[in-house]
């Protein structure tokens, strides 16, 4: 049972321009959402997070938007930087007192941004 | 600081060896995580460690062991590898706002 899902493997778009990633999840009890971006070759890399409570948080050129009704995130990436061109981890947290937490990653998606 | 450090990079066993995937951190914290990223998938999580002297089975536990030697460290050990252990391991930790910091990895490939 894939708790999170990201359903589009891969996308394209032009340099200057807007990249939206999408990541669906079945779990009520998350308590946070976070991206991850990854180059080859590299661990992952923190890129922004949101808590539950919250509909949308911005640093930057990144703004992740969070709709609990449809239990749906969205990373937008405003504008768009061939740098961007990775693979982008959504997840999830799960709490467990404070203490620690485990994070469950959806399969990621790849970004090519065009010069 | 070099945040979180593993060793080794790469490393190719055969089929029933045994070997140790070190992992380090400098950044004070205390919850310390081991995962495996296989092609297609996302990262799975293999063990756990919310503190000192503590270690708990993740998502895919079978076939590993775990030690938590102290604060700074955090190992995998494989007793027997097998084809299907092949695999990206990261070793983490975690941050604020339930963010985890992630080392480099090590490539594994079982023969």
């Known amino acids: 049972d894939q708790q999170v899902k990201q359903n589009s493997p891969s996308l394209s778009v032009q340099e200057g321009r807007i990249s939206i990633l999408n990541c669906d999840y079945t779990?009520?009890?998350?308590?946070?959402f976070l991206w991850y971006k990854k180059y080859p070759a590299e661990g992952p890399t923190f890129l922004i997070s949101i808590s539950s409570i919250k509909d949308k948080n911005e640093d930057g050129r990144f703004t992740v938007f969070l709709n609990k009704s449809a239990k749906h995130l969205s990373l937008h990436i405003v504008p768009s930087q061939p740098g961007d061109s990775a693979v982008y981890f959504c997840?999830?947290?799960?709490?467990?007192?404070?203490?620690?937490?485990?994070?469950?990653f959806g399969t990621g998606t790849l970004l090519a941004v065009q010069p | 600081n070099a945040g979180v450090t593993q060793t080794p990079k790469f490393q190719v066993l055969k089929t029933g060896q045994s070997m140790t995937l070190q992992c380090a951190q400098d950044m004070n914290h205390n919850s310390m995580y081991w995962y495996r990223q296989d092609p297609g998938m996302g990262l799975r999580l293999i063990y756990y460690?919310?503190?000192?002297?503590?270690?708990d089975k993740g998502e895919v536990p079978n076939g590993y062991n775990v030690s938590r030697l102290n604060k700074r460290e955090f190992s995998l050990r494989l007793e027997s590898a097998a084809p299907s252990q092949t695999s990206v391991y990261f070793c983490?930790?975690?941050?604020?706002?339930?963010?985890?910091?992630f080392g480099p990895g090590t490539r594994l490939t079982v023969l």
């Open positions: 983490a930790t975690r941050g604020g706002s339930s963010s985890q910091y």
């Open positions: 779990n009520s009890m998350f308590d946070y």
């Open positions: 460690s919310a503190s000192e002297g503590t270690t």
């Open positions: 997840a999830a947290s799960l709490n467990y007192g404070g203490a620690t937490n485990k994070l469950i």
